[in-house]
């Protein structure tokens, strides 16, 4: 059965920073493509990074970009979020998104085959 289990979510000043991490139990993620989203109630879940099987580097929505930084560790078969200069804006459930094949990033939810159960983070202002 393929697991993926966030943790690192927690209440933080604006400004701040965070670190996620998400361990899963199929090796082959570590070559597959993988991400991470949010959702905010009342909102759709949006992409916020994603990390490429084939070598293309990191991809990160508008919105993050050069605030926050995907990274893996295939020892450890985790990946990680590490999020900086945090605003009441990031606030929302953050998963961690596996897709059953490597390839090119994607910023789509339904090209994406496995999820985690999801970490909070709140960002108070």
């Known amino acids: 059965q393929v697991q993926l289990v966030e943790s690192g979510g927690r209440l933080v000043q604006a400004g701040g920073s965070l670190r996620l991490s998400c361990v899963h139990n199929v090796r082959n993620f570590n070559t597959n493509t993988m991400g991470w989203f949010r959702q905010s109630p009342g909102k759709e879940r949006e992409f916020v990074a994603a990390i490429s099987g084939i070598g293309e580097g990191a991809a990160y929505a508008d919105s993050v970009k050069a605030r926050f930084t995907i990274s893996r560790d295939a020892l450890k078969n985790s990946l990680f979020l590490q999020m900086e200069n945090l605003v009441p804006e990031d606030t929302a459930v953050y998963y961690c998104?596996?897709?059953?094949?490597?390839?090119?990033?994607?910023?789509?939810?339904?090209?994406?085959?496995?999820w985690g159960q999801g970490t909070q983070v709140t960002v108070s202002s």
């Open positions: 998104a596996a897709r059953s094949y490597s390839g090119r990033n994607s910023p789509y939810v339904q090209e994406y085959d496995y």
